[in-house]
């Protein structure tokens, strides 16, 4: 039966998972985290905020049209820039088809040449603006996500490849960790929002809200 009211649900939801985090002999995690309110101060009407959702850079794949995201940007001059993840696709480090053909000549150093190509357009508009200097927050996606959890499953990787790779804070942005809510203006960004014991995505905006 659906719920009727939001608050209802919300207490329900908490209740559920307090009583899961007890249920077992080691605490349960929870599908996602906790927002975290970025306390980010704008003008009296409101802060403007631009979202740049899943662009999945990747080889052989046209990344130009992000210079003229990165020059709109620069002209609409939002307050706060959230990319919400999945800048990148790292078809190298995918469990789809990593057993098929298709694999065939994918290398990690070649998406990280795709990811930082793809920032570097993006981000040279803004950085040549004068007198714009917007808070950028990144919080990662689930293909950024694959290289701490290549590391976790292969400790020899250790060391080799890490988050630090995308170099992110070096072109500005703060960076959050996968499925870390954020709060700007009263409004919370993640890369997706889980939903159920299995953590699947909410994959619609009225389902996010009954959810």
């Known amino acids: 039966m659906p719920y009727k009211d939001i608050r209802l649900k919300r207490a329900n939801d908490r209740a559920y998972w307090r009583k899961l985090k007890g249920a077992g002999p080691a605490p349960a995690q929870l599908p996602i985290g906790v927002v975290q309110n970025l306390s980010i101060k704008g003008p009296k009407e409101g802060l403007k905020v631009a979202v740049i959702p899943d662009v999945q850079a990747m080889p052989g794949v046209p990344l130009d049209h992000l210079t003229w ?15 919400i993840g999945d800048f990148g696709d790292f078809p190298s480090l995918s469990k789809f088809d990593a057993n098929t053909i298709h694999a065939e000549g994918r290398r990690y150093s070649k998406d990280l040449d795709a990811f930082r190509r793809a920032m570097d357009l993006l981000m040279a508009p803004i ?12 919080t990662l996606g689930n293909h950024e ?42 409004v919370a960004f993640c890369h997706y929002f889980p939903s159920g014991i299995m953590g699947k995505p909410i994959s619609s905006a009225p389902a996010l809200l009954r959810k």
Do not use: T
């Open 69 to 83: 995201c990165g020059k709109y940007l620069a002209r609409q001059l939002p307050d706060v820039v959230v990319c």
């Open 127 to 138: 950085k040549r603006s004068r007198g714009w200097h917007p808070h950028l927050e990144f």
């Open 145 to 186: 996500d694959h290289i701490r959890r290549a590391v976790s499953e292969n400790p020899k990787l250790e060391g080799i490849m890490a988050i630090d790779d995308l170099r992110l804070p070096e072109y500005g942005w703060r960076v959050h960790d996968f499925l870390q809510p954020i709060a700007i203006g009263g």
